[in-house]
């Protein structure tokens, strides 16, 4: 008998509803700290060909799932396929990371055309079609895109691990310039994640990676609109559909993105403290988070004692165990496996552990 979404764990706690055991995923859970994936890897000539290779994709995907039961499948693809499916120059350099032909002007911004986006993005498509099919019935599937401000950052600066001065240079001395680009970004994501919803995502997450470069001002209107636009897309095209956000390093400011974006569910960081977190957002959304992906790579009893800190801290209302980053590839995968094994052992996991 199939599993309804609605009776899902991971559904079930963005709906609101307060678990005894939370569910949890890992922020980059397929990845290379695998090395069932990197072997799977080797099989492309370069990553947004991974990312186009559905029958790769859907493996990768598929591989975290028979080690560690999560409750969440996140498709495997990347967030500068939009930019690349608009007709920017988008390539990965091992060792450097994506490198963009940069953006920087609105007549470049004009050049740019969303008419064949559809039909580039169509193996992410049935990338998300197969999984729907294949992950397990009680697992829920997520379908994701880089938030408007974040792949606009990719876009203008021309890659990343910059200090954003372009682009926020280009968002100060020129906003009604810079909106052409951040409108053309709200619409085509918005237009991404409906169409991932049509083919079988269950849930939404939009990631902000970049925001805790913004000051308050700019996060109201490069962060916090653009999600409410998409959110409000989605909302009204596939009712229902949960949506989390990730406005990464924006401390308190997740309080104002989680009431005025309209989200279900908010993803944090490590910084973010577990009493603010329990006596501020909660009572708002669902949580999401937030142990520090390096502890993940120290293990050991430092590691046990966080993620039972985090279980006691946010089990009492909506939760979903996460990182406060994705995993690193330096990760070792059996500490992925004792973060799923306290998990799943909740709430006896905790004896004994303080």
Same mark, same amino acid.
């Given at each position: ?14 709906? *609101? ?8 995923? /890992? ?23 991974? =990312? ?16 560690? %039961?999560?409750?969440? $499948?996140?498709?495997?693809?990347? &967030?500068?396929?939009?930019?690349? $499916?608009?007709? %920017? @120059? !988008? ?14 002007? !609105? ?14 993005? $169509? ?37 990343? *691990?910059?200090? =954003? ?14 909106? !052409? ?14 169409? %991932?919803?049509?083919?079988? $995502?269950?849930? &939404? %997450? ?23 636009? &998409? ?18 390093? !924006?401390?308190?400011?997740?309080? @104002? ?10 993803? /944090? ?70 973060? @799923? ?9 905790? *004896?004994?552990?303080?």
């Amino acid at each position: 008998m199939t599993i309804p979404s609605h009776s899902k764990r991971m559904i079930r706690a963005l709906k *609101g509803e307060v678990l005894e055991r939370p569910p949890f995923w /890992l922020m980059r859970q397929a990845g290379r700290y695998l090395p069932e994936y990197r072997e799977v890897r080797k099989q492309s000539k370069n990553f947004l060909d991974f =990312c186009y290779s559905p029958d790769l994709a859907v493996e990768v995907t598929l591989q975290p799932l028979r080690r560690y %039961q999560m409750d969440a $499948a996140i498709m495997f693809c990347d &967030i500068l396929v939009i930019p690349d $499916a608009l007709g %920017q @120059a !988008v390539q990965f350099i091992e060792g450097e990371g994506p490198v963009l032909d940069p953006v920087r002007t !609105v007549d470049e911004v004009r050049r740019l055309s969303p008419d064949r986006m559809h039909e580039h993005l $169509a193996p992410v498509y049935e990338t998300i079609s197969r999984l729907a099919q294949e992950i397990p019935e009680e697992t829920a599937l997520i379908g994701f895109a880089g938030s408007p401000w974040t792949v606009a950052v990719y876009m203008v600066e021309g890659r990343g *691990g910059t200090q =954003c001065e372009r682009v926020l240079q280009w968002a100060n001395d020129a906003p009604d310039d810079f909106q !052409v680009l951040m409108d053309l970004l709200v619409d085509t994501t918005a237009d991404y994640l409906i169409r %991932q919803v049509e083919h079988g $995502a269950e849930i &939404i %997450q939009l990631f902000d990676s970049w925001a805790g470069v913004l000051n308050d001002e700019q996060f109201r209107r490069w962060s916090i609109e653009p999600t409410r636009k &998409i959110v409000d897309r989605l909302k009204e095209h596939c009712p229902g559909i949960p949506v989390i956000g990730f406005p990464r390093n !924006v401390g308190i400011r997740a309080e @104002a993105f989680v009431t005025e974006t309209g989200v279900d569910g908010v993803s /944090l960081d490590q910084d973010t403290p577990l009493d603010w977190i329990a006596n501020t957002l909660q009572p708002l959304c669902t949580v999401q988070g937030n142990l520090d992906n390096q502890i993940l790579i120290t293990g050991g009893d430092e590691l046990d004692r966080e993620i039972i800190k985090i279980l006691k801290a946010l089990s009492g209302g909506p939760f979903i165990f996460n990182l406060g980053h994705g995993v690193l590839p330096q990760t070792p995968p059996e500490h992925v496996g004792r973060v @799923a094994e306290l998990i799943l052992g909740w709430p006896e996991s905790s *004896g004994g552990i303080g």
